[in-house]
């Protein structure tokens, strides 16, 4: 049975920084994309980062530079360093994996974790 945990969420005020991790069991994903997006209150979950089979990132121009992708395959886990945070990234956050190498569409991702509560005070 495929299995994403994710963990790391919690309360931070403005500017500060939070690490979110994700583990995954249950096959392998060493070729598959790994991804994260979030969802505000209200809002539809969107594409925040991914990183592919071959190490290659893409990110959303919202948190280019302020947040960081990074995998390692021997361990099946993700991560995602997240700096300078704004109330705006306030939401719960999601990993994910793809075979496609179309990282941005959330429906091309057919496993994901549960979420984990981002939070940002102003």
């Known amino acids: 049975q495929v299995q994403l945990v994710e963990s790391g969420g919690g309360l931070v005020q403005a500017g500060g920084s939070l690490r979110l991790s994700c583990v995954a069991s249950?096959?392998?994903?060493?070729?598959?994309?790994m991804g994260w997006f979030r969802q505000a209150p209200g809002k539809e979950r969107e594409f925040v980062a991914a990183?592919?089979?071959?190490?290659?990132?893409s990110y959303a121009d919202s948190v280019k530079g302020r947040f960081t992708i990074s995998r390692d395959k021997t361990k099946n886990t993700e991560n995602l360093q997240m700096n300078s945070l704004k109330p705006e990234d306030t939401a719960v956050y999601y990993c994910?994996?793809?075979?496609?190498?179309?990282?941005?569409?959330?429906?091309?991702?057919?496993?994901w974790g549960r979420g984990t509560q981002v939070t940002v005070s102003s």
């Open positions: 249950g096959r392998t994903f060493s070729s598959r994309v």
């Open positions: 990183v592919s089979r071959g190490g290659i990132t």
């Open positions: 994910a994996t793809s075979e496609s190498a179309n990282v941005y569409s959330s429906r091309e991702y057919d496993y």
